[in-house]
């Protein structure tokens, strides 16, 4: 779950009464998933739990909708929250334009809101909150936001101060991929994922202008089909590339051109993990001139990691 600060975690709203009977100095991180109740009347009620002070990390996981989130954000008691996570919880614009406005937002650090149907309205309501200044992280993965969006955030003030986002599997296209090759996002991590938002080539070549690519040690533009062959081929000059240790490419239309781009370039043989697929066309031929190179050649893994691991578990 989300909790920096590694602090002791329930599970409940019980365990939290349980937890706070026989510590009750200490903070906790209380994680709920999968509690319909809420939203059938019980988040009005949980909101007066005087337990909920003590609560410093919160993740509520596909439990609310618009109505029970308001009802909880109403807690005179939950003001501590410095981490909070609201994934998978359809709250849309209406929840996030409360989120906004509540005060205790001031101390949240690290806030994630990923596939909460979040668009446009509720993007501005978030951005325009009075209460971000303790923000250092922000999940808006899976999303809906568009490249407007996306332009707002890349020239907000709080675009220096963040050292983790996450824009994937949001629809921004090239207009938004240039806007956050251009900004202060560029420079939070050397870790750049940015997955799943329709990039194309422009997007990708304005990502390898920026001078921050330098220092990226780990690089995901996987889920970008309409990038290609055509696309791809950008990687093969891209020298400033060379300390990387990991690319992703799966899901991207990568074919046998690719391939044989890839399996010259001696800039990427610092790489411990190129991860690749089939689905662009990629033949048996083309993988076997990937894995016969001598610079990426030790690299290559194929599909995407959540496959991996299944793969791993299962065997």
């Known amino acids: 779950m989300l909790n920096p600060e590694s602090l002791a975690v329930v599970d409940s709203f019980d365990g939290l009464r349980d937890f706070v009977a026989a510590n009750p100095d200490a903070e906790v991180a209380l994680r709920i998933a999968y ?5 059938d009347g019980a988040a009005k009620s949980v909101a007066q739990f005087p337990e909920l002070e003590r609560v410093a990390a919160l993740e509520i996981v596909n439990s609310l909708d618009p109505k029970a989130l308001k009802a909880l954000l109403r807690s005179p008691f939950l003001t501590r929250v410095r981490a909070l996570c609201l994934d998978s919880n359809y709250v849309h614009d209406t929840g996030t334009k409360a989120l906004a406005g509540w005060k205790p937002l001031a101390r949240v650090t690290h806030l994630q809101l990923s596939g909460i149907g979040l668009s446009g309205s509720g993007f501005k309501a978030l951005l325009g909150s009075e209460h971000l ?3 250092t992280h922000l999940d808006l993965a899976h999303n ?16 220096a101060r963040l050292s ?8 921004m296209g090239d207009s938004g991929v240039k ?3 251009g900004s202060p996002l560029m420079r939070t991590s050397d870790v750049f994922r ?15 202008a920026s001078e921050a690519v330098g220092d990226l040690r780990d690089f995901s ?10 696309g ?11 300390g990387l240790r990991k690319l992703e490419l799966v899901g991207t239309g990568l074919g046998d051109a690719t391939a044989d781009v890839l399996a010259g370039a001696a800039h990427f043989s610092g790489l411990d993990e190129l991860r690749v697929d089939n689905g662009g066309g990629l033949t048996d031929a083309g993988m076997d001139r990937l894995l016969s190179s001598p610079y990426v050649g030790s690299a290559v893994r194929r599909g995407n990691e959540a496959f991996a691991a299944a793969a791993a578990a299962a065997g």
């Not at 809906?144 to 675009?159: D, E, R």
């Not at 983790?164 to 629809?171: A, C, K, P, Q, T």
């Open 179 to 181: 806007a956050i090759a």
């Open 232 to 242: 791809l081929a950008l990687l093969g000059k891209a020298t400033q590339l060379s």
């Open 133 to 135: 200044d303790a923000l």
């Open 164 to 171: 983790m986002w996450r824009l994937d599997h949001n629809e």
């Open 144 to 159: 809906n936001l568009k490249a407007g969006q996306v332009k707002s955030l890349a020239t907000h003030p709080l675009a």
């Open 194 to 208: 940015l997955e799943g938002v329709s990039m194309k080539k422009s997007g990708l070549k304005s990502l390898l």
């Open 35 to 39: 509690d319909k109740t809420l939203r």
């Open 221 to 230: 533009i996987a889920g970008n089909h309409g990038l290609g062959d055509q």
